[in-house]
């Protein structure tokens, strides 16, 4: 458990994410130092420039934390080649692990995906893609990822494990699902739902709340490793989740309210997500129906 006064470091703290959760650290008055690659939109008193491909960099910026919030990866494959984001996602998730257990950081919390248990496959190279994940995913479910994105959190998670059996550092992956701040454009309504959203299962989480998970964590008693499945299956707006067990899910057993198992993350950290009022405009139209 972090104390105000001991160092807190958010790499990725320009992106969304960063942002959320270096705000909400702040504003709890702990001491928070943020570093990405570029400035953030606003200055703040507390930022270090720094590409983390560079070791030597990493080192200037981890100096005296206690504790790594690590969420400075590619997000996703995007425009870079596939062996470009794996290359470099998992040089800078191995330099800023080392270079936390050398400089004595007491916790690490790294942005893992729930894409872990199926994503969407890299066509030009993977012939023969997993099949559908089979739900609830709990903590049983063994990973199966199909892009080069998703394998390099596999990959990092398999390094933090080393770190926490090893070197003795607590460390938790999140294996967060599509965030947002409630674009109307990410719900899904009755004939507009595509294969990505259904390996998913329509889960979705808030920046804010993923934000507060991240605050539950950096309070709570964690020891060793931990990985946690992230997500709520809100972002269907016209099935309930019996009514996506009957049409997408029929392997989900009837006492089942969640999709995803929160159970221990919730029991761990107290931490629950809140629930989500879509805006309504602009949301995602039907097949078949014109704009």
């Known amino acids: 458990m972090n ?3 001991e160092q807190i470091v958010v790499t990725g703290a320009s992106g969304r994410l960063g942002l959320a959760v270096a705000h909400l650290l ?4 702990y001491r928070v130092v943020r570093t990405d690659i570029a400035p953030p939109p606003a200055s703040t008193a507390q930022f270090i420039a ?3 491909r560079e070791y030597d960099q990493v080192q200037r910026v981890l100096a005296g934390s206690h504790t790594v919030v690590h969420l400075g990866n590619h997000p996703g494959l995007g425009a870079s080649d596939p062996q470009n984001v794996f290359n470099e ?6 330099n800023v692990f080392q270079c936390a257990a050398e400089v004595g950081a007491q916790h690490i919390i790294f942005a893992s995906t729930i894409q872990l248990f199926g ?3 890299d066509l030009e190279t993977v012939m023969r893609p997993p099949q559908r994940p089979t739900f609830p995913i709990t903590d049983d479910t ?3 990822p199909s892009n080069l994105y998703s394998l390099s959190k596999q990959v990092s998670e398999v390094m933090l494990k080393f770190y926490a059996e090893r070197c003795g550092v607590t460390t ?7 965030l947002h701040h409630r674009e109307p454009h990410f719900a899904v309504t009755a004939g507009t739902e595509n294969e990505h959203d259904i390996f998913e299962g329509f889960t979705s989480l808030t920046y804010a709340d993923a934000a507060q998970l991240v605050l539950s964590i950096v309070t709570s008693n964690l020891t060793g490793f931990n ?3 992230i997500g709520v299956s809100d972002r269907h707006l016209d099935y309930s989740i019996k009514e996506l067990s009957k049409a997408f899910y029929e392997e989900l057993p009837s006492d089942v309210t969640r999709i995803i198992d929160l159970g221990p993350v919730t029991s761990m950290t107290g931490w629950e997500p809140t629930k989500v009022e879509w805006q309504e405009e602009s949301i995602r139209e039907p097949k078949g129906t014109s704009s």
Do not use: H, M, W, Y
């Open 172 to 178: 938790t992956a999140l294996r967060l699902p599509l």
């Open 119 to 121: 994503s969407k496959p």
């Open 26 to 29: 702040e504003g709890q008055s």
């Open 227 to 229: 990985a946690f499945n």
């Open 89 to 94: 996602n998992v040089t800078i998730n191995e």
């Open 142 to 144: 063994p990973p199966a």
């Open 3 to 5: 104390s105000p006064s």
């Open 50 to 52: 720094a590409d983390l």
